[in-house]
């Protein structure tokens, strides 16, 4: 039971240019999530589902797009990545509300 | 910004109960309290919720006071691998926002 799993885990971005953080999750939770940590700081949510075929804005979603492929994948997408957009970032899945989230293991983006 | 108010580190002897506090003063009638770690860069991990009654898990316990406004975690005894960062987080679960904190260091 893989839980969540993350892909990649390192990058390095030119600024300009896109990429996309893939999210897939093998526990059928219904609500998946995308953070971002900057160091020493918390978690900021980017963007959500809450179920398959419906996305909402969180936080900070300026830069950013994400697809909600199937129950099991949603992933994140950088158009055209900035430096401020250097992060640890970390996607989440919950069976729903009222339920904890399982986090995975984070992508680490730099973007120079 | 994050709702919480926890202080920013902690100190506990490896064996003994770890309590961490937690004030959330302005959480409404249908927000939970939730806890969760971060051990080092790892993702966070889900700890344990609860609305208005205590809660324990294998984990930890739960102890809410009765007007809501502030909590306690309790870590019965803590280990040295029970070292990280922990996050108290009022809201529903669609939109946890994670404030800074506290850092509990298990010492041996």
């Known amino acids: 039971n893989a839980g969540v799993t993350q892909t990649p885990k390192f990058q390095v971005l030119k600024t300009g240019q896109s990429m996309t953080l893939q999210c897939a999750q093998d526990m059928n939770h219904n609500s998946m999530y995308w953070y971002r940590q900057d160091p020493g700081m918390g978690l900021r949510l980017i963007y959500y589902?809450?179920?398959?075929?419906?996305?909402d804005k969180g936080e900070v979603p300026n830069g950013y797009n994400v697809s909600r492929l199937n129950k099991r994948e949603f992933s994140l997408r950088l158009e055209s990545a900035a430096p401020s957009q250097t992060s640890v970032y970390f996607c989440a899945s919950s069976r729903g509300l009222d339920y904890g989230y399982t986090f995975g293991s984070g992508t680490r983006l730099t973007v120079v | 910004d994050a709702k919480t108010t926890q202080p920013p580190s902690m100190d506990c002897a490896e064996g003994r109960a770890a309590n961490l506090p937690c004030n959330h003063s302005?959480?409404?009638?249908?927000?939970?309290v939730y806890w969760y770690r971060q051990i080092h860069s790892q993702g966070p991990q889900y700890i344990i919720h609860?609305?208005?009654n205590n809660e324990t898990n294998e984990m930890a316990s739960l102890i809410i006071t009765e007007d809501r406004k502030s909590s306690t975690l309790i870590l019965p005894h803590a280990t040295l691998r029970d070292t990280a960062v922990y996050y108290c987080?009022?809201?529903?679960?669609?939109?946890?926002?994670f404030g800074s904190g506290t850092q509990l260091t298990v010492l041996p």
């Open positions: 987080i009022e809201g529903s679960a669609r939109q946890l926002t």
């Open positions: 302005t959480i409404s009638g249908n927000e939970y």
């Open positions: 589902s809450a179920s398959e075929g419906t996305t």
């Open positions: 609860g609305l208005k």
